[in-house]
């Protein structure tokens, strides 16, 4: 699948392979494998911790690499974003989600999901006024 996913990428204007995408593929494949390493490990050694708390820890402990890597080859400019873009983007990350997991993986999306994407579209509407 991993393999499927770089040639996915790759394939905008016919599959090329360069030495300025090498680090971006590395990556990738080294994604998918420690996907795949942790999931072999969840099987054979399952957490006794609640749903919630070991997906924040999951996310949590992906998040420091993806950070670290970020700063590393990229040049971020925090400055350029302001309080309102922060405040606009982060909210919405969620409602992403939902949309996102009521279309792709027939996750429910009903009145509740709606209210509550509802509520925070609100939210954003509200840190954006001046």
Same mark, same amino acid.
């Given at each position: 699948?991993?393999?499927? /996913? ?17 680090? /971006? ?27 919630? *708390? ?35 983007? *982060? ?28 509520? *925070? ?10």
């Amino acid at each position: 699948m991993a393999f499927a /996913g770089i040639a996915a990428l790759m394939a905008g204007n016919g599959i090329e392979a360069s030495t300025a995408k090498l680090p /971006g593929i590395v990556m990738i494949v080294a994604g998918a494998f420690a996907f795949a390493i942790g999931t072999i490990a969840s099987k054979r050694f399952p957490m006794a911790l609640p749903l919630m *708390t070991s997906s924040a820890l999951q996310i949590g402990i992906g998040c420091v690499p993806v950070a670290l890597a970020g700063l590393l080859f990229e040049h971020p400019r925090f400055e350029a974003l302001s309080m309102a873009g922060w405040a606009f983007g *982060t909210p919405l990350v969620p409602v992403v989600g939902v949309l996102a997991a009521g279309a792709m993986l027939h996750e429910p999306l009903g009145v509740r999901e709606i209210s509550a994407l509802v509520f *925070t579209l609100g939210g954003v509407a509200l840190a954006l006024r001046s």
